[in-house]
């Protein structure tokens, strides 16, 4: 997860979000001064920057589509397809709230397969 570029990151609010790790977990962090910081010492480091922000706006964009346009069903089916891994090890409980849809409709989805 990009934690540095989040919405609380960038604008200094409270984030709308919380995020649980279901894992053991190594986080880094580094303070938003500290990285401007970076970012003029080391030019090279805001073009990491960019590219990093690049692929999770395009992650988000893709997210924000399938939880607005698509069925419950097919938001299941492009999750299995593209997060294979993550169907073995998260909670179905998990996989239900980052879907946008009950632990009970994932549940009956799940079944019709």
Request: hydrophobic share 35%.
């Amino acid at each position: 997860m990009n934690f540095a570029l989040r919405f609380s990151f960038l604008s200094n609010a409270p984030s709308y979000e919380r995020i649980e790790a279901i894992e053991n977990t190594e986080v880094e962090a580094i303070h938003k001064d500290d990285l401007e910081l970076l970012y003029k010492t080391f030019p090279e480091t805001e073009r990491v920057g960019r590219v990093i922000l690049e692929q999770y706006y395009m992650r988000l964009e893709e997210r924000v589509v399938y939880i607005q346009f698509k069925s419950a069903k097919e938001r299941y089916e492009h999750f299995f397809t593209k997060r294979t891994e993550l169907i073995k090890r998260a909670p179905l409980g998990c996989i239900a709230s980052y879907l946008g849809i009950t632990q009970e409709t994932l549940s009956r989805i799940r079944a019709e397969k």
